[in-house]
């Protein structure tokens, strides 16, 4: 549970955030030999000719028969941009809880959480069987659930989600967007940069302190 001392939450997004010109999801699926089938599929998922659902769906029969324990080791070499251990503990040291707010794949959100030390994250969870995925999805997770999953976690600390930030690049980070007090489109796409309070192309998340600056300034006065 977040701690009464923080004056606020900031939620990352993964995808084409964190991860930069690619995602997680497309990353592991070179591993796993769908990568190509997987990147059409979330180009039109971008573009909105499919749904988050018919993604999920998709990619998950790419993972089926794969050991749940090969995937933290595949993990390992995720391109990053940098800045992100830096990024969290400025957070942490101004009372702002780092949170992941992703459609990331669950493998994927509790790799970065321990391994950055952001507070939670969320996303979509694969189906395993006896140690192995089995190629269906155990539960599905838009960008709606996203949104939601941030609204439970400020009401958690009492915190309103005005009082919040989110840092995001795409179509999924659009609904949270239009609930949180601050947000950020970091190299985002023309939607997000649309409804974004500020924009922020670099290639180092550190870029974003300037602005995350602004709900420090705004709690203390």
């Not at 028969?65 to 503990?89: H, S």
């Not at 600390?157 to 949180?180: E, H, I, Q, T």
Request: a negative charge; one cysteine or more; hydrophobic letters at 45%.
């Amino acid at each position: 549970m977040f701690s009464s001392d923080h004056v606020g939450a900031v939620f990352f997004d993964v995808d084409g955030t964190l991860v930069p010109g690619t995602s997680s999801s497309v990353f592991l699926a070179g591993f796993l030999g769908h990568r190509d089938e997987l990147a059409e599929a979330e180009a039109a998922y971008a573009c909105g000719a499919l749904d988050n659902r018919q993604v999920s769906e998709l990619d998950a029969a790419g993972w089926a028969g794969t050991p749940e324990e090969r995937v933290n080791g595949w993990l390992d070499g995720l391109p990053l941009v940098t800045g992100i251990a830096e990024t969290v503990a400025w957070c942490r040291r101004n009372e702002l809880l780092p949170v992941l707010a992703t459609l990331a794949w669950s493998p994927v959100g509790g790799h970065l959480a321990d391994r950055f030390g952001f507070h939670a994250f969320c996303g979509p969870r694969l189906e395993t069987a006896d140690g192995r995925f089995t190629g269906r999805v155990a539960r599905h997770f838009d960008e709606h659930d996203k949104r939601d999953f941030a609204r439970a976690q400020a009401r958690e600390s009492g915190l309103s989600l005005r009082s919040c930030a989110a840092v995001g690049d795409s179509r999924s980070d659009l609904p949270l967007f239009a609930s949180v007090g601050l947000s950020v489109a970091f190299n985002g796409s023309a939607g997000a940069r649309a409804a974004a309070t500020a924009t922020v192309d670099d290639d180092d998340l550190r870029s974003v302190l300037p602005v995350l600056g602004r709900l420090v300034t705004a709690a203390r006065r």
